[in-house]
C-alpha cells in the first residue's frame, strides 16, 4: 500500500497484523482519479467509516483536505493510524474508535466526501448509505462513496449516482439529486 499523491506522495505504509482488507492501490487510484475531476482536495471535509488502515484517509490528508476524521471500531487499527498521523505529521487527521452504526446514529456532522468501507460479511452493512441521508451527515453537494463487494446493488437507491468496478472492488457513488443539492452529477 502507498500515498499516491500529495505531500506524502509514494509513502509505503505497511500495516501488519490488522484484520483488514485494504483498498488496493489500482482501486484507490481509479478511485482518486474520479475524485479529481469532481471536489477540489483543498476545500472539503472528509468522513472515512470502517477506516481500517487509514489508507483512503491518509490520501486524501496528503491531498490537502480541511480535515479528515477516521472511524474504526477496532483498537489495533486506531492505534496505527494514530501512529501514522504522528509519523506523518498529519494535521488534518484523526481518528476515533467507535462502532461505525453508534456514530452515525448520533447528531451529524456535515462531510463534504464521506467514504466507507465495511467488511463485506457485515450484514448491515447494506444500511448505511440510508443511515448517512436519514441522519444528513452529507453535505449539500457532497459525495458518498461505499466500497463493497458484487453481492450488494445499490441502483434503486434515491441518491445512487453511479458504479464503477476495479477487479472485485466496486465503489458506488451515491448523490443528492440536482434539485435537492443544487449540483449536477457530472
Same mark, same amino acid.
Given at each position: ?48 467509516? =470502517?477506516?481500517?488502515?487509514?489508507? #483512503? ?7 490537502? !483536505?480541511?480535515?479528515?476524521? @477516521?472511524? $474504526? *471500531? ?15 505529521? =498529519?494535521?488534518?487527521?484523526?481518528? #476515533? ?7 452515525? !446514529?448520533?447528531?451529524?456532522? @456535515?462531510? $463534504? *466526501? ?73
Amino acid at each position: 500500500m502507498r500515498i499516491i499523491s500529495g505531500s506524502h506522495k509514494g509513502r509505503i505504509l505497511r500495516p501488519e497484523g490488522l484484520p483488514v482488507r485494504p483498498t488496493t492501490d489500482m482501486a484507490k487510484e481509479s478511485l482518486f482519479n474520479i475524485l479529481n475531476n469532481r471536489i477540489d482536495f483543498e476545500d472539503v471535509k472528509v468522513l472515512d467509516l =470502517f477506516a481500517g488502515t487509514g489508507n #483512503i484517509s491518509m490520501e486524501f490528508a496528503s491531498r490537502g !483536505a480541511i480535515s479528515v476524521l @477516521s472511524i $474504526d *471500531v477496532n483498537g489495533r487499527c486506531v492505534e496505527y493510524i494514530s501512529k501514522m498521523i504522528t509519523d506523518l505529521k =498529519f494535521s488534518n487527521l484523526s481518528t #476515533i474508535r467507535a462502532n461505525v452504526f453508534a456514530f452515525l !446514529a448520533r447528531p451529524a456532522g @456535515s462531510y $463534504d *466526501v464521506i467514504f466507507a468501507d465495511p467488511p463485506y460479511d457485515l450484514e448491515e452493512r447494506e444500511k448505511v448509505p440510508a443511515l448517512i441521508f436519514e441522519n444528513k451527515w452529507l453535505a449539500d453537494d457532497g459525495w458518498f462513496i461505499m466500497e463493497h463487494d458484487k453481492r450488494l446493488n445499490f441502483k434503486e437507491h434515491p441518491f445512487f449516482a453511479e458504479e464503477r468496478q476495479y477487479g472485485k472492488i466496486h465503489f458506488t457513488f451515491f448523490k443528492r439529486p440536482e434539485e435537492e443539492s443544487g449540483e449536477s452529477l457530472d
